[in-house]
C-alpha cells in the first residue's frame, strides 16, 4: 500500500501561484511513477502532469504546459506541482497520484484524497 497525502491547495486570484505537495509513505517510493490529475465540478478527472520514476522525465496536459511544474524529491518521499498563471478554468480538486507504471491516463493504482484549488478574484 502506497499512502498520499496532498497538501497547498487554497483560493487565488488569477494569474496567481500555487504549490501543491504531495506525500508519500508506505512502499519505496522510487518504485512509482508520479501523477497529478484534477476533477472539476460536474466533469470528469482529468490527467495534468506526471512524472518518471528517477525524475528524468515528465509529462503535462497541453492546458497546463508552460504554466505547471511537476518534481518529486526521492529522498523526502513527496512530488510536488508548482502552479503559475493560474486561470479560473484550473478551479478544480487536485489528486496526486501513484503507479508502478508511468501513465498518462486516470488508471493510477494509489490516489490520494484530493485538494481545493479554487482560481476566483
Known amino acids: 500500500q502506497v499512502q498520499l497525502v496532498e497538501s497547498g491547495g487554497g483560493l487565488v486570484q488569477p494569474g496567481g501561484s500555487l504549490r501543491l505537495s504531495c506525500a508519500a509513505s508506505?512502499?519505496?517510493?522510487?518504485?512509482?511513477?508520479m501523477g497529478w490529475f484534477r476533477q472539476a465540478p460536474g466533469k470528469e478527472r482529468e490527467f495534468v502532469a506526471a512524472?518518471?520514476?528517477?525524475?528524468?522525465?515528465?509529462y503535462y496536459a497541453d492546458s497546463v504546459k508552460g504554466r505547471f511544474t511537476i518534481s518529486r524529491d526521492n529522498a523526502k518521499n513527496t512530488v510536488a506541482l508548482q502552479m503559475n498563471s493560474l486561470k479560473s478554468e484550473d478551479t478544480a480538486v487536485y489528486y496526486c497520484?501513484?503507479?508502478?507504471?508511468?501513465?498518462?491516463?486516470?488508471?493510477?493504482?494509489?490516489w490520494g484524497r484530493g485538494t481545493q484549488v479554487t482560481v476566483s478574484s
Open positions: 512524472i518518471s520514476r528517477p525524475g528524468s522525465n515528465t
Open positions: 497520484a501513484a503507479d508502478p507504471r508511468l501513465r498518462l491516463g486516470v488508471p493510477y493504482e494509489y
Open positions: 508506505g512502499r519505496t517510493f522510487s518504485n512509482y511513477a
